[in-house]
């Protein structure tokens, strides 16, 4: 199994910058893929951004130019920079992360708790 633990979240002004990381731990894993997914109140679940273990990254077009992911494979570490907040941006930020386990062929979808971002206008 695998854990994730968000950190970073909080109030802002808008323009302001914010950065969020998620941590992985377990036993015996192996993560491909880590993101972030944010949902405000009324809304799906939507994409933020996501990243491969070699360093692929993808963007949703509302972040692009303003938002930054990357990763540390070596502490199993995901982080988004968020630059030049706006007040739509506001939403609970899920980290997300793709890993293999144990004797595993594929891998298992796994989700942190959820971290709120706020951004005031």
């Known amino acids: 199994q695998v854990q994730l633990a968000e950190s970073g979240g909080g109030l802002v002004q808008a323009g302001g910058s914010l950065r969020l990381s998620c941590g992985a731990s377990?036993?015996?894993?192996?993560?491909?893929?880590m993101g972030w997914y944010r949902q405000a109140p009324g809304k799906q679940r939507d994409l933020v951004a996501n990243?491969?273990?070699?360093?692929?990254?993808n963007y949703a077009d509302s972040v692009k130019g303003r938002f930054t992911i990357s990763r540390d494979n070596a502490k199993n570490t995901v982080y988004l920079q968020m630059d030049s907040l706006k007040p739509e941006d506001t939403a609970v930020y899920y980290c997300?992360?793709?890993?293999?386990?144990?004797?595993?062929?594929?891998?298992?979808?796994?989700w942190g708790q959820g971290s709120q971002v706020t951004v005031s206008s």
């Open positions: 997300n992360a793709w890993a293999f386990t144990g004797i595993m062929l594929s891998p298992r979808e796994y």
């Open positions: 990243i491969t273990r070699g360093g692929s990254t």
């Open positions: 377990g036993r015996q894993f192996s993560i491909a893929t």
